[in-house]
């Protein structure tokens, strides 16, 4: 499928469902590339994208070298789970909800996880849900992996109350301005993790 079909797909369901969406374009190349350059490609572990959308992120990933079996994408919209599954037949795709995401996992034999990479428009979702998919996402994830977030707004996506809930420590690691909006790019990550892993490498 051409680019300007796909984007005009995205248009329609955005139009179709603007909170679930979040989105009137999919995200640029360069903000694609910001997401992936927030993953340390040399370790191992597998690559879980929330919220594949149409497969910018996911184009991304590949071009950056991280394996096509070291992919899952998670997206609950079945319109945009067969885009990805069309454009993407190598990589895992997991048609469901970020919020079910280590059954979703578990189900398909997927693990363990390096980074978890979010399209989600997390900042249309209701706290209470959005919780329950930054927990499950934070528990998804290796000792050393990372959780990155894209955002349009000028905050971190993730409330403060759910970074305080989950002991998470918040990052902005990117602006992209030329993205259709600026977006920053915001990685998360559990601080014990972070000092135990410096310990080790001390
Ligand atoms: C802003 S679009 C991002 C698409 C793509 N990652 C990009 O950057 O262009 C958000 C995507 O998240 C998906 N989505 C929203 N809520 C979801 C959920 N709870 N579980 C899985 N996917 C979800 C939407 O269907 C949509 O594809």
């Given at each position: ?48 994208e929330?919220?594949g ?20 994408v ?19 795709l ?109």
């Amino acid at each position: 499928m051409a680019p300007l079909r796909r984007n005009l797909g995205f248009l329609r369901r955005w139009l179709q469902n603007p909170k679930a969406v979040g989105a009137v374009v999919p995200s640029g190349r360069s903000l694609a590339c910001a997401m992936v350059a927030g993953i340390d490609l040399e370790a191992p572990g597998t690559v879980v994208e929330l919220g594949g959308g149409t497969g910018n992120i996911t184009a991304a990933l590949l071009e950056a070298g991280v394996p096509s079996n070291r992919i899952a994408v998670v997206e609950r919209d079945p319109g945009f789970a067969r885009v990805i599954a069309a454009r993407f037949p190598e990589v895992t795709l997991l048609q469901g909800d970020a919020a079910e995401l280590r059954r979703l996992l578990r189900d398909a034999g997927i693990g363990p996880v390096k980074a978890v990479v979010s399209g989600l428009p997390l900042l249309s979702i209701p706290d209470r849900v959005c919780l329950r998919i930054i927990a499950e996402a934070v528990e998804a994830l290796q000792e050393d992996g990372v959780l990155l977030q894209f955002t349009y707004g000028p905050a971190s996506p993730v409330s403060r109350r759910i970074l305080t809930r989950l002991g998470l420590q918040a990052e902005r690691i990117n602006w992209v301005v030329d993205n259709i909006p600026p977006a920053s790019v915001w990685r998360y990550r559990v601080p014990q993790r972070v000092s135990l892993q410096t310990q080790q490498s001390a």
